[in-house]
């Protein structure tokens, strides 16, 4: 097999386990929050369509972080700015500087609402990417720093967003901020339809302390109605 094929075949190999990766990642902070086991239940096309939501929710995220984390020549030059005036005093308060910024983070999750996990998320992503863009791990693939830097900052930044969109999804259908109100068939309750996986559904009581697990052919016609707090609907 010639070089190039050899790297075909094992991009190819990285994307794929990279992918599922994700997409179990985003199912895990999701159906995680309900207590739900939801990897026993899943197919191979549940755990890609879960790749697509945060891969979405997450593009602004990358914007910003890849300008943070690649930036412009005359910010951060070559060496990532190390060396000018401003990058010698924030490697000299590098420790405190992390300490703030992390003691931050901890205290947007300690005080809770809907977004305890995605603003935790927001600010590691960038963290990450630019410690793991100075150790160059793709600098015998990709020539062009500035992209170096940018897909290494998306590679460690999609499984942190992934979690912490999955979580927050399920906090707003715990806090009763959005969910979707569903009613089954001769059943006078009203559930809340957290989502389906393989053959099933999974429906929460209105107070939050019981899935049911049905099978979806037992719960046609399914009715759903989208509920919001925003709207008042």
Do not use: C
Not at 11 to 25: E, H, I, R
Not at 65 to 88: H, M, N, W
Not at 134 to 161: A, C, K, N
Not at 170 to 188: H, M, R, S, T, Y
């Amino acid at each position: 097999m010639s070089d190039l094929g050899e790297l075909k075949s094992k991009l190819t190999f990285f994307v794929t386990g990279y992918t599922f990766a994700v997409g179990v990642l985003y199912e895990w902070g999701y159906w995680g929050r309900f207590n739900v086991n939801i990897l026993q239940f899943m197919t191979l096309t549940d755990v890609a369509r879960s790749f697509a939501y945060p891969f979405v929710t997450a593009i602004f995220f990358f914007v910003i972080g890849a300008v943070l984390a690649s930036g412009d020549s005359k910010v951060f030059p070559e060496g990532g700015g190390r060396y000018t005036q401003v990058g010698i005093v924030l490697n000299r308060w590098i420790g405190p500087l992390l300490m703030v910024y992390f003691a931050f983070a901890m205290a947007a999750w300690w005080l809770g609402g809907l977004m305890r996990w995605m603003i935790p998320a927001g600010m590691l992503v960038p963290v990450l990417g630019a410690m793991v863009s100075r150790y160059e791990l793709l600098h015998g693939v990709i020539s062009d720093p500035s992209l170096r830097r940018f897909i290494s900052f998306v590679g460690v930044g999609m499984p942190v967003l992934a979690f912490a969109y999955g979580a927050t999804q399920a906090e707003e259908v715990l806090a009763g901020f959005l969910f979707d109100q569903a009613k089954l068939p001769n059943d006078e309750t009203t559930y809340k339809y957290l989502g389906h996986a393989g053959e099933y559904v999974f429906l929460l009581t209105a107070d939050n302390r019981t899935v049911h697990l049905r099978k979806a052919s037992d719960t046609l016609p399914l009715q759903l109605t989208r509920t919001s707090k925003l709207t008042g609907k």
